[in-house]
DNA sequence: TATGAATGAGACTTCATTCAT
DNA sequence: TATGAATGAAGTCTCATTCAT
């Protein structure tokens, strides 16, 4: 700010690096506790506390707890569908191999973050909050079943895919992945190891079988 | 109520069997509600309700909504796993029909039904009753596993099928059947009709490309 | 009910009594703490101590504090007004007896009794609740304005009062009343005795001096 | 602020200034917003941001909100009745043109301004502030009254007026004043035009009435 | 057995007050 | 001196649970 006070320049305002950074701890702890405990079970205070704050704070940045939550499925849904539609736009490998690549970077960019909590969160409180479950219908689900329709007619159209009904071939190409996701943040804490299936070799096999299911032979 | 009149002898009989039925009436109207809105968000005033009963009357058959909660949990779970097994013991067909006819079955006799619900009610609570999440573990999840695990490995073993890992393709197989429950009662209402598959489709899809991922070239 | 068990008809239930009484016993004590410290420092738990119950008891009856606030008001407003305009229009006295009548009746019937307290406490709030504020305008002040004015109206038609502005009467008439009830309800209680004019000879002398200030010379 | 920037040389005297003004303009604020809304419902921050500072600021000056309102109540009461306390001692003309005088005096420097505000702010909250209450009893209160009463003493020393109860007559004088001003700040904004008296017109009719109402015959 | 009036612990939310900047 | 982010006590309201009838 001034070149003559270089050391003020450096810590310009602890306060206001905070203020600037509150909203977004808030909305991270509240992500974690509706997933874990639901919508109803989460106190405004525990999420306040797990993001270092008071219950006063968090009124501060959200007007009540369901704006923040509210805030919490705004903030999380549909960031990454968008970069993914412009990645299968241009690739040029075979549909097997866009098939693969695909369900392995939903892992690595949503199903294996935090944020895929929002996929158990929204099938947990969508009767709750239609306005929000209609969104992330919107937002989230109609886009991504797009895309993945998207990638099976290409396959069709080259003659690798059998000419199959592009709506279920999109349905059950999705529900291992929102299964896997939704087991992640559901059953899986409970149920210590063993029985947990590694999603890198899960997501390979269903691709495995996917493209098996649907290639023309 | 009074021996002069006895228009009314008919009715302690009537109540009487009102009043073996109360539990069930209590448990089905818990299910439905705890499926829709949850279990903190759901009143057990509303249950009672539904079930055409008093909030007081609740309390003479479960101690507290948690046990009623239990209750529901225990009552529905695990009802359908031991007929299956049974029935798959002795199938004498291929495994393609096997599959088929196991999956169908699945639907008419569970996904279809009301009982449906308590898939999506574990998944959503299981955070907060983790004993519950144990209990349908160990009553539910387990041996439907067991169950697909050995219908592939009785295809192996027949040559019909390809060498698997068991445990990954019954997560695979089972995972649709489970989207399919959760989807159905929690965003399906919100989202009329047209992008809904017709279940029935999607799972003789989903058999068909089981089969075809499966089977032995 | 049954004339074979008439000791049971005497008490036919206790709770259902109460359950009668409830809502004038929460109105009475709301009335009485809304006019001594204001709406919104009267805490509602104060309410329902004063009437004998539970906070939670108070909520049965009442759908929130702002409406337990507007039915008190409602309760309260212009149950007097009516009879004292079907005793004037009867009245075949002179305007002086009926002037010093209108006004003894205005402290028996209200300005004395406790729901007088609605006066000052519609003053205090009447900014916060311009919608009570409108009604209490129209149940009771116009009404009361009314009422005065055809008073006055009558004796100058009777040729016994001046020709004056009748609503500049009817104010001049109303606001020692109102600041009789306005002053019990504020300063008096802090005020010990000996400043305090004694009610009713106030109002001997305010009637005195309206007849003398109005009548034709 | 800085030497080197002499434009801004300007701004410390503007803003001591402003420094010496603020608690005269929180008080200002104050006594608008306490009128208006009452005492509890009025928000610190609410008054400093009428005062045109931040919530902190406020503190600076008063300690807490009790004592800024106190000090409005103190820096209000009072300031007009040693004037007029010394105009009436000094009077010359007659009874009749003394109580005119008076009348219109009273609300030309008090009744007609914002400092008007506070015989509603009293009155509404007298119960909760008993000391404040005493404190405008003993300064305005009794010493308004016991101006009223020696004007009427005046009179019936003169034999312009009737030997009546000095008491009972300055307080029925001074009622429609102290009613005008409650109606101003409390009903009148919700009671649009029309029925609204002009208050110099009911004033003077008061006055007309009030002589009247005492002369001797 | 059934009811529903009553309770009170606990949740959300407000706001006077503090204090780092 | 001035700010406004942060706090937490206190208030409104909900709802599981009790119990007199």
Redesign the pocket.
Same mark, same amino acid.
């Not at 109803?40 to 306040?48: F, I, L």
């Given at each position: 700010m001034d070149a003559v006070t270089p050391l003020t320049a450096a810590? =310009?305002?602890?306060?206001?690096r905070?203020?600037q950074?509150?909203p977004g701890e808030l909305l991270e702890a509240a992500l974690a506790l509706f997933v874990e405990k639901g919508y109803?079970?989460?106190? !405004?205070?525990? !999420?306040?506390a797990r993001a270092? !704050?008071?219950?006063?704070?968090?009124?501060?940045?959200? =007007?009540?707890?369901?704006?923040?939550f509210k805030a919490v499925v705004r903030e999380n849904a549909g960031r990454h569908v968008a970069d993914a539609m412009r990645e299968v736009a241009g690739y040029t490998g075979t549909s097997a191999e866009l098939l693969r690549e695909f369900i392995q970077r939903w892992w690595t960019q949503y199903g294996g973050t935090p944020a895929a909590g929002l996929t158990k969160l929204i099938m947990s409180e969508a009767a709750n909050f239609p306005d929000l479950a209609q969104y992330y219908q919107d937002e989230v689900v109609q886009p991504s079943h797009a895309l993945v329709r998207r990638i099976v007619q290409r396959g069709i159209e080259r003659r690798e895919l059998r000419d199959v009904d592009l709506n279920l071939a999109a349905h059950l190409i999705v529900a291992p992945l929102v299964q896997l996701v939704t087991w992640r943040f559901s059953m899986a804490p409970c149920c210590p190891a063993g029985l947990l299936p590694e999603p890198l070799a899960l997501l390979a096999m269903h691709a495995d079988m996917v493209v098996r299911g649907l290639r023309r032979e």
């Open positions: 810590a =310009p305002a602890k306060r206001a905070r203020k950074a509150r109803a079970a989460t106190r !405004v205070e525990e !999420v306040a270092g !704050v008071s219950k006063g704070t968090l009124f501060l940045y959200f =007007p009540s707890k369901e704006e923040l």
